[in-house]
């Protein structure tokens, strides 16, 4: 087996990209580049009740989302569970998910995919097509390239929309 090196890699908090305002914040930690592909790292902050990513799945990674406060609202496979601050939820290769912040809280979390995909510029592709200086179909035409493959998910829609 084949040995990736990298670095020790630190991240001052003065130092990460931020995504979003108010409430609804993406800080960008660590992109693939950064890790040798062995990780990607991302903090997501909502606002009470906020959505997240919607339904999607990856082919080649697995994710783990750690709450350091709030409640997280997660899609793992076909069942909607809420963390709380401390827990943990980790999705494998394939599985559909989705999160949110639970409905009447916030949520701070700390995402990490492994092996590492670069999606800096999907985040940023993804903050365009919020603010409206994108088009949602632009996010479908690099599912491939970011591995972010998007899907519906009937448990998911009738959880948020009881929210």
């Not at 305002?21 to 800080?27: E, M, Q, S």
């Not at 903090?43 to 709030?70: K, N, Q």
């Not at 809280?105 to 492994?114: C, E, F, K, P, Y």
């Not at 999606?119 to 200086?133: K, P, Q, S, T």
């Amino acid at each position: 087996m084949s040995e990736t090196r990298f670095s020790p890699l630190v991240i001052p908090a003065q130092d990460a990209e931020f995504l979003g305002a108010g409430p609804d914040t993406i800080a960008l930690l660590a992109d693939a580049s950064a890790t040798g592909g062995l990780l990607g790292v991302s903090r997501t902050t909502l606002g009470r009740g906020r959505g997240g990513a919607t339904p999607h799945y990856h082919r080649g990674s697995a994710e783990l989302f750690f709450v350091l406060d709030g409640r997280l609202q997660v899609l793992a496979g076909e069942e909607v569970v809420e963390v709380e601050a401390g827990g943990t939820v980790v999705v494998p290769p394939h599985a559909v998910h989705a999160f949110a912040a639970a409905p009447g809280s916030g949520a701070d979390a700390l995402i990490v995919i492994t092996p590492g995909v670069e999606r800096f510029a999907y985040f940023r592709l993804l903050e365009r097509v919020r603010d409206g200086r994108a088009d949602p179909q632009d996010l479908l035409a690099v599912q491939d390239r970011f591995d972010t493959h998007f899907v519906d998910s009937t448990p998911w829609r009738r959880t948020r929309s009881a929210a």
